[in-house]
């Protein structure tokens, strides 16, 4: 279903600890991004990558962490440092190549992260 | 800051009326403009785009127009459906344009009531 799974799709936390939410595409595409949705604020984007290992930050990296070990896979850390991570987190990847010209976006279903 | 604004923040219409939704943007090199759909509980999943070197694009009851000069573009949907109620977000290229990036828009909470 739209070759791009995010797990779990439910997650709960306590306060201070550091957890990973797991992005893998099998599109074959080069770029890999994550958005973070809180309401009203419509998709800011935390990090993206454009080839492997190698990644950009955001515009609200601070408090997040990623790597890019292979094309298929995009993990995001939250850490502890992130002040307010009580969110929706989607992942998504597109064709990128550096296409300034743009193309679609494909989104995985999300994960729910919860922070108590 | 990079930017991309969208209005309004909610729409509520009755079945069969039509829908229009305005994004702005700040980058004149801007070249790329998707319209997103994003249903309740579901991933948001790209309904339709249009590059700059177009100015209207139509598939069946929806339309994107786009407006270099003044730096905006707008969904419109026509005989809106029940099925049409959801979130919309508009995007663009940053300033500088490159990689393949988009900047969202706050999004827009379409109700169509029947």
């Known amino acids: 279903d739209g070759g791009i799974t995010q797990s779990p799709k439910y997650l709960f936390r306590k306060e201070g600890q550091n957890v990973t939410l797991s992005c893998e595409q099998n599109l074959n595409h080069d770029a890999m991004y994550w958005y973070r949705q809180d309401p009203g604020q419509g998709l800011r984007l935390i990090y993206y990558?454009?080839?492997?290992?190698?990644?950009q930050k955001g515009d609200i990296a601070e408090g997040y962490s990623v790597s890019r070990e292979k094309k298929e896979s995009f993990p995001l850390t939250v850490t502890s440092a992130q002040k307010n991570p009580t969110a929706f987190y989607l992942c998504a990847s597109s064709i990128g190549r550096d296409i300034p010209s743009g193309t679609e976006a494909f989104f995985g279903q999300g994960t729910r992260l919860t922070v108590v | 800051g990079e930017n991309v604004e969208q209005h309004p923040s909610t729409l509520s219409v009755q079945e069969g009326d039509s829908a229009v939704i305005k994004c702005t943007y700040s980058?004149?090199?801007?070249?790329?403009f998707p319209w997103y759909k994003q249903e309740l509980g579901k991933r948001p999943q790209l309904i339709i785009d249009?590059?700059?070197?177009?100015g209207e694009k139509k598939d069946q009851r929806i339309a994107v127009t786009l407006n270099k000069t003044a730096k905006h573009f707008s969904l419109h949907i026509t005989e809106t459906q029940p099925e049409d109620s959801a979130v919309y977000f508009c995007a663009a290229p940053p300033r500088g344009g490159g990689y393949n990036k988009l900047i969202f828009g706050a999004g827009t909470r379409l109700a169509v009531h029947p």
């Open positions: 249009i590059r700059s070197n177009v």
């Open positions: 990558s454009q080839i492997v290992n190698d990644f």
């Open positions: 980058d004149s090199a801007s070249n790329y």
